[in-house]
């Protein structure tokens, strides 16, 4: 890729560590013996990649009360704190990435649907928690991808405009916040999302996390 920004954002899930059958073993075990509204499959569930995941129960479930969400999450939470080590890894060349692109005194930053209390681990399992000089989570904004909020935020923070900035991400969601933000766009094509139900293109697509740098 034959350009270089001082400030690099990253999605989380599907963009820097494949969590996907991690993800679909917890939505087993999270709607076990509920009442589902649509079925849970592995290509709808991709196709709500990186959105909330309240907003994902409710598509299965209906409307759920604040007490209903709080219970099914915590539930979810401890599942996947049993699972997670056996099903997530990085995607290919993130870590070389970014190590590379910390030697260069890049900004780099995470704006992410998931939460800290399962990012955080996540990250320091996997050796990169350290790479990064922020996190936008869904804590940090009152609206969410696709919303650019999550994304002006992480410029905000970092004191840089939008031209100096990109986005990389997985998901129809990412590259529309970033889009709606102003900065560049990059999709990682190894995620299984089709960009054509986005309304939103990316400006750069990528095979591997290295052609980032190389």
């Known amino acids: ?5 001082d400030c690099y954002l990253f999605d989380a899930d599907g963009t820097l560590v494949d ?5 679909f073993e917890c939505f087993k075990f999270s709607l076990r013996d509920r009442k589902l509204i649509n ?3 592995r290509a709808n569930l991709d196709h709500m990649i990186g959105i909330p995941y309240r907003t994902q129960l409710e598509y299965y479930l209906g409307r759920l009360t604040d007490l209903q969400y709080a219970e099914i999450r915590d539930e979810h939470i401890v599942h996947q704190d049993q699972l997670a080590y056996d099903y997530i890894s990085l995607c290919p060349g993130v870590k070389e990435t970014l190590e590379f ?7 780099l930053g995470i704006v992410t649907s998931r939460s800290r ?8 399992h996997l050796g990169i928690y350290e790479y990064f000089d922020l996190y936008v989570t869904p804590h940090e904004t009152d609206k969410h ?4 909020e999550p994304v002006l935020k992480a410029l905000e923070l970092f004191g840089v405009d939008q ?16 889009a709606r933000a102003g900065v560049k766009t990059v999709f990682v094509n190894w995620s299984p999302v089709d960009l054509s139900l986005g309304a939103f293109m990316p400006d750069f697509r990528i095979d591997d996390m290295r052609e980032l740098i190389f």
């Open 101 to 107: 692109l910390k030697q260069k005194g890049k900004k």
């Open 39 to 41: 079925p849970l499959t």
């Open 117 to 124: 209390v399962s990012l955080f681990p996540f990250f320091k």
């Open 145 to 148: 991808k696709p919303e650019p």
């Open 163 to 178: 031209k100096d900035a990109v986005f990389v991400g997985d998901a129809v969601f990412d590259i529309e916040s970033g």
């Open 19 to 23: 969590t996907r059958d991690l993800i």
């Open 1 to 5: 890729m034959n350009f270089e920004w």
